[in-house]
């Protein structure tokens, strides 16, 4: 096999029988674990793989996933998804986002509903998409609400800077981009969670590299392995874990290797800190507040920042979720989905009561659609 | 004539020679070409009777049209009762401005569609409403077939059952998702719009024993086989390796996160048989144009009540379960 | 969510754009976050429209070629096990 064909990038991650054998393997080398092992995905794109090829059911019972908060949807408070409700109602304002923000429910209505109303709002399947829009209606104020991890954040900064160099002037972001490592650091800034190995971001990393991990496994003795998102990619980097904590290791490993390196997307990243930098604090949603851990435009650039533009009509009281949810213990860990009162009963996808039923990579979402047999 | 206008929807000169010159002339029966007010009709046995509306939004699309659409739809429904389809009334609701070319393609596609099944249109109605009313065209159709195999139903699934798909399945959803602005993609694609009479007929007349038949549109294979655990109180275990999915569906499914059991599909059924004939019942369909795609997809048990359990080939299971929220609005 | 699939770059037009193909389905995206030039056949991986890096080929087929090497000695061990266990076999 020395010509690669796109269909083996595909087909040759999600080999059945590489699969089958990567959970014998697992499985034996499991058995010399002398504590059982909790491995934090971190990314909603795993959890997703996780539940949709049923992994869990491949590895023995010393093994257990702990569904981090990789899910940009998921962990947007109530009180910011009204910010961008709110800026839809304003006069001439037409609101981009990404399609999997229209359907979240804020704290009185959603997106989509406020588009049934009559509200000028567009999902888009690609921010590049807003600059057309913004030209075709010059007498309009396009407003985009930039959401996403650090995947996500190099095209919104593109955008900006189309924007700029074009000196379009009907163009405006309200930014929601977050970043990984230090929802990481607050999760495990409580001592009872159970987190010892993390498997790392596929597509975050593509972009910041695996550079960004260096400190984890040292901070908190637990082997990070970035990994691709196919099932065998998981698979695969589940075993490394495996064999550093055998091995008695805690280090940064890259599964990933056809994609992430130590240094990422470099160009990417001079463009999100041309335009962008970290905001002192930012609410995650089941978790608090987390300083550092999102980004907001430059003040250079607050002509464009619809945050500032808009401050006055855009609510400030954090919301807190329905108290018996309880997605911030789940994301540590100390609880599953089916441990919550609510789960699957007045909390469902259709009607989320906390953050990790919001989207199709939410624990409890996942859970609940991908119910195992 | 360039546009259809409110006049042709007035019932008078302007309607007449409307339906005369293009209705009459591309669906010509002798029921129809009486011009009652009602069409009379005769039915040696049980009837089968069914109705659908169609507001499918682009109303041309690859591999079908509205009409097509129209047609296979509500014929493919009395199929899948066991019916021969006889006899269909056709009703329009045309946006005022209407381009009248559109609506010859509409109508002929309409008539060649009718052809597969011998079903003949023999009664309709034509309302013309102002700007903004419809989007562009709405085709009501209604069908009354003739039950030719009694027994089928969704109520009536048997343990062991085995359960096939006729064909690969979503190329509908993915077509209908494809044409819709704003995506920016393009692709092979071409919706399975079609009529399944022919392989319908070809079980029958081959005298296999079928407990049930449905076409999988709106909510897909997933809905279908929800359905099915769900009325008939069984468990539905399908090899999720064996439903047969084309790569250009695969690969929107791929870009955009979508599941392709969850899209619809107007030309593929999901046929429930005995087990043993379903090595039979498999070589009838392969032999059919419509059914040459075939595949025995999974069986009835009983392992978990009204659920659908869908295996991996690496060794994991999990269920399947009816698609939530909207998809994709107006696709049929 | 940070969905990014692999395609394969079947077109290079101006303003730095490329239209790529996955599994049969065409589209086309912004090269505006790739510092490296690409040309047409090069994998790269797309999210949100846009290309967001290069697939290194090699250690693409390096990874593929270690699971099959994998596979391979997992069924050696198998058969030859099986073969053991068959001599082994008390009832002979």
């Known amino acids: 096999m020395d010509n690669l064909q796109l269909k083996d990038l595909y087909e040759g991650f999600r080999d059945p029988s590489v699969i089958k054998a990567l959970a014998k393997q697992i499985n034996i080398e499991a058995k010399k674990l002398e504590k059982p092992l909790y491995i934090m995905e971190v990314c909603g794109g795993h959890t997703h793989t996780i539940m ?48 999997d923000m229209i359907r979240v429910p804020g704290s009185k209505s959603s997106l989509a509903e406020h588009r049934a109303k009559g509200y000028d709002i567009r999902p888009l399947y690609s921010p590049m998409d807003a600059l057309g829009i913004a030209q075709d209606n010059p007498d309009k104020k396009v407003i985009f609400f930039a959401i996403g991890f650090e995947t996500t954040t190099p095209m919104t900064a593109a955008l900006i800077d189309r924007t700029v160099k074009s000196k379009i002037n009907n163009l405006f972001f309200h930014i929601n981009h977050v970043l990984v490592p230090p929802a990481v650091d607050a999760i495990m800034a409580d001592k009872r969670a159970k987190i010892n190995a993390f498997i790392g971001p596929s597509h975050v990393s593509v972009i910041s590299g695996a550079k960004i991990y260096l400190r984890i496994p040292e901070a908190y003795k637990a082997p990070v392995v970035v990994s691709g998102f196919e099932p065998v990619d998981v698979m695969q980097s589940i075993l490394m874990i495996l064999r550093q904590r055998n091995e008695n290791r805690s280090e940064m490993e890259i599964e990933y290797s056809r994609s992430v390196t130590l240094e990422g997307n470099t160009k990417a990243q001079e463009l999100i800190n041309t335009y962008l930098h970290p905001r002192g604090h930012f609410r995650w949603r089941g978790i ?12 250079e650039y607050a002509k464009y920042d619809a945050e500032k533009i808009y401050a006055d009509v855009l609510p400030q009281e954090p ?4 108290k018996l949810c309880i997605c911030g213990e789940i994301l540590k860990g100390l609880a599953k989905p089916h441990d919550c009162s609510v789960f699957g009963t007045a909390c469902t996808p259709n009607k989320p009561l906390g953050s990790c039923m919001v989207s199709s990579e939410g624990a409890c979402n996942a859970y609940y659609r991908f119910a195992e047999v | 004539m360039k546009d259809i206008q409110l006049s042709h929807g007035g019932g008078g000169e302007e309607t007449n020679s409307l339906i ?55 014929v493919n429904d009395l199929a899948m009762m066991g019916a021969r389809p006889l006899y269909l009334s056709a009703a329009f609701i045309i946006e005022e401005g209407f381009a009248f070319d559109k609506l010859q393609m509409i109508v002929d596609s309409m008539a060649k569609e009718l052809k597969k099944s011998g079903a003949k249109i023999v009664c309709g109605d034509t309302k013309v409403v ?46 209908v998702l494809m044409e819709r602005e704003g995506l920016g993609i393009n692709g092979d694609i071409q919706s399975d719009c079609d009529t399944l009479w022919p392989a319908v007929e070809a079980l029958i007349d081959g005298n296999i024993s079928i407990s049930a038949m449905r076409d999988a549109t709106r909510g897909g294979l997933s809905a279908v086989l929800n359905e099915w655990a769900e009325q008939s109180s069984v468990c539905l275990e399908i090899e999720e390796a064996h439903i047969p999915i084309n790569e250009p569906v695969q690969g929107i499914c791929e870009l955009f996160g979508f599941e392709a059991l969850d899209f619809a599909n107007e030309g593929t059924a999901v046929v429930c048989v005995a087990p043993l004939h379903a090595q039979m019942a498999l070589d009838i369909l392969r032999s059919t144009e419509v059914g040459k795609n075939a595949q025995v997809i999974g069986r009835v048990t009983n392992k978990k009540e009204g659920k659908v359990i869908l295996f991996s080939s690496h060794g994991s299971s999990r269920y399947l379960d009816l698609p939530k929220g909207e998809l994709l609005p107006r696709i049929c | 969510m940070c969905l990014s699939i692999p395609s ?37 991986l797309i999210h949100v429209g846009f290309a967001m890096n290069k697939i290194d080929k090699d250690e693409a087929l390096q990874s593929l070629s270690v699971y099959q090497e994998m596979l391979e000695a997992m069924q050696e061990d198998e058969r030859r096990q099986l073969i053991e266990d068959d001599d082994n076999c008390e009832n002979r």
């Open chain 1, 52 to 99: 949709k090829y049923g992994l869990k059911q491949l590895l023995p019972t010393n093994i257990d996933f702990i569904h981090g908060p990789g899910c940009p949807v998921c962990i947007m408070p109530k009180e910011r998804i009204d910010h961008a409700i709110a800026l839809s109602e304003q006069k001439d304002v037409i609101l981009l986002t990404l399609g």
């Open chain 1, 288 to 299: 608090g507040d987390i300083p550092d851990s999102a980004l907001e435009l430059r003040p």
């Open chain 1, 319 to 322: 919301i807190d979720d329905h």
């Open chain 2, 20 to 74: 005369r010159d293009l209705f009459y002339k591309a669906f010509e029966n002798e029921t129809l070409l009486a011009a009652e007010d009602a069409a009379l009709l005769k039915v040696e046995k049980n009837i089968a009777f069914t109705t659908d509306s169609f507001t499918v939004s682009p109303i041309f699309f690859s591999g079908g049209d509205i009409g097509k659409l129209a047609i296979a739809g509500t």
């Open chain 2, 130 to 175: 102002p700007r903004g009313s419809v989007d562009q065209i709405f085709i009501n159709t209604a069908g009354i077939g003739e039950v030719i195999k009694e027994g089928i139903s969704s109520n009536d699934l048997h343990l062991d059952d085995v359960i096939i798909v006729t064909g690969d399945v979503g190329r509908h959803g993915a077509a």
């Open chain 3, 8 to 44: 394969k770059i079947v077109k290079i037009d101006e303003d730095n754009i490329a239209t790529v193909d996955t599994m049969g389905i065409s589209r086309e995206v912004s090269l505006d976050l790739m510092a490296d030039d690409v040309t047409i056949g090069d994998y790269i």
